[in-house]
């Protein structure tokens, strides 16, 4: 691990990043002021403001029912944690072309390890220029700190420039109260012609940064918050006059431990290097893709094909480089008029053979219009799988894994691909044996593209079981044990020529199942004098009551 000393760590704050998201979405700009509004202790609160929401004196934090009455032209918009935190690892890949060690900081944040990078975009200030041009085109606020820690660079994104007299404790916030709310219109000068506020811009970025070896003298005029302790400790440590970074770095460890926690310690001893802080990058997803850019549209199906082709064998290589095989694979084609068209592909088995993803590929070629010709070819792996197990074996086991996956038929995974291409892989299923003796759960239904073909023989029944099973379907005949010899079913009379049986099945007393609260069960194998052979059963009652039922038909 390098020294402290000669990391550089940066962190981005995005503190507008739930409003300039929605803003974004939304594709016209909002002139108002907007805010988003998220759920909190039964209670709807601003999340996320714009700068125009900020000019009207609204913060987060602040219940809706209070801004509405500070703002009534506020508009609002419903939080989408999923949304946001699927945008936050959007920027988490584009800041990495920065710097391969980038950690994401829900809700807003990211944390960079900048450590012998700066000099390739020619220096820090020039790296953070860049970063800020690129945030601007995105219409987003962001604030940067660079320091030696990570905790270091967290308090300076956030709280440069402030002082500990620009922030409030508890007390102080608790003593205005309902009053302070009731007054906050009156205290908007501006509306009735005063000085408007000067929000920061929305598209501008503040960065402060902290000379390499400098951390301490850079957090000292900071407030404790800056320190990311809770916010009643903070408040605690303020009642006794220490509000400053550098009031709490100058008192004894031991006394601060034992009476706040050793998390003040902690956190104090991270921002100013003593105690380690590793930046823990987020997990790279697996990418696999490849393109061809052609210099003429071309519209002809044999030239489509030719143009697959020359993408499958990088595209499979990518694959086995990896150990992955596509499970979903999806072709592009960008026509000359700037429209996509895109056929996805899935396959039974994953696999990384071109000659396994080919056929299906042109089993769908039929659906692409090239109109008036298409002048770009892509194939995206969607999704994709190991191919192999990722367990150590011996050398033997591992040869002979080997054999087998060389060897090994794929004529069924195949045509299950192909169906499946057709009339969708969700459509085609198997059916492997189960351990239970209630006859409809006898058998249990797989997606045959997920699953592999049960192993041995199937267990056989006790008994002979028809042909054609369907849910119970009651029959009308005296309610004795007895086989009837005269019963109606589907409206027919039917009378009995032989009967087989009884056969009892009793209910599984484990699990509460509708379907059996009949109770006990006796199957008997009945032929009519009209031919038909009828698999009927007496439920002796239970929480139902008792009766004759037919449950299927024999051949």
């Known amino acids: 691990m390098l020294p402290l000393s000669s990391r550089r760590i940066l962190s981005l704050w995005f503190p507008r990043l739930a409003a300039e998201q929605q803003a974004r979405r939304e594709g016209v700009p909002l002139t108002g002021p907007l805010a988003i509004v998220a759920d909190q202790q039964n209670a709807q609160v601003l999340s996320s403001l714009s700068v125009e929401a900020e000019a009207e004196g609204l913060r987060p934090g602040q219940a809706l029912r209070d801004a509405t009455a500070m703002c009534p ?58 970063m800020a041009a690129d945030c601007a085109d995105l219409g987003l606020t962001v604030h940067m700190g660079l320091a030696d820690t990570v905790g270091a660079a967290w308090a300076l994104a956030r709280f440069a420039g402030q002082s500990s007299g620009m922030r409030r404790n508890g007390d102080a916030i608790d003593q205005e109260a309902r009053a302070t709310r009731s007054r906050a219109a009156k205290r908007r000068h501006w509306v009735k012609g005063g000085a408007l506020p000067t929000p920061q811009a929305a598209s501008a970025a503040l960065h402060r940064v902290a000379p390499r070896g400098q951390t301490r003298t850079a957090l000292a005029p900071l407030p404790l918050a800056a320190l990311r302790l809770p916010p009643d400790v903070v408040a605690e440590l303020t009642r006794l006059g220490v509000r400053r970074v550098d009031d709490l770095a100058g008192m004894p460890r031991a006394a601060l431990a034992r009476r706040f926690g050793r998390i003040v310690v ?23 893709a490849v393109r061809l850019t052609l210099p003429e549209p071309i519209g002809l199906e044999t030239d489509i094909v030719a143009a697959i082709d020359r993408l499958l064998p990088p595209f499979a290589k990518k694959l086995q480089d990896r150990g992955r095989g596509v499970r979903l694979l999806r072709l592009q084609c960008a026509r000359a008029d700037g429209s996509m ?34 002048d ?3 194939l995206e792996a ?23 996956r060389m060897t090994a038929d794929t004529g ?51 008994a002979p079981r028809p042909l054609v099973m369907f849910r119970p379907e009651m029959v009308t005949a005296d309610e004795i044990p007895a086989v009837p010899s005269l019963f109606r079913w589907r409206g027919r009379q039917l009378q009995t020529a032989s009967a087989t049986g009884p056969e009892r099945i009793s209910p599984e ?46 051949a």
Request: aromatic share 8%.
């Open 376 to 378: 770009m070819v892509r």
């Open 73 to 130: 032209t506020l508009v609002t918009r419903l939080a989408n944690p999923v949304r946001e935190a699927a945008f936050l690892s959007a920027l988490r890949r584009w800041s990495s072309k920065f710097s391969p060690w980038v950690a994401e900081e829900a809700p807003a944040a990211l944390v960079i390890d900048m450590t012998g990078c700066a000099h390739l975009f020619g220096g820090e200030q020039e790296l953070l220029d860049q």
């Open 266 to 288: 902690q956190r104090l001893d991270q921002a100013l290097g003593v105690e380690p802080e590793p930046v823990s990058p987020a997990r790279q997803a697996h990418h696999f």
């Open 412 to 462: 069924i995974d195949d045509l299950i691909g192909r169906l499946g291409g057709r009339v969708g892989l969700e459509a085609i299923t198997r059916q492997h044996p189960t351990s239970s003796n209630i006859p409809e759960k006898t058998a249990t239904v797989l997606a045959a593209a997920w699953s592999e073909p049960a192993k041995g023989d199937w267990p056989a029944p006790p």
């Open 341 to 374: 068209q895109t056929l996805d592909m899935g396959l039974a088995r994953p696999s990384n053979d071109p000659d396994r993803m080919r056929p299906l590929i042109l089993l769908k070629l039929g659906d692409i219009d090239a109109g008036f010709g298409i």
């Open 382 to 404: 969607r999704v994709s799988e190991p191919v192999h197990a990722l367990q150590h074996k011996g050398h033997l086991d591992q040869a002979n894994a080997v054999v087998a």
């Open 509 to 554: 007393w484990w699990l509460d199942d509708p379907n059996w609260r009949s109770g006990v069960r006796d199957y008997w194998r009945v032929e009519t004098t009209e031919g038909e052979r009828l698999w009927l059963y007496f439920a002796h009652g239970g929480t139902m009551s008792a009766g004759w039922f037919c449950q299927g038909e024999f």
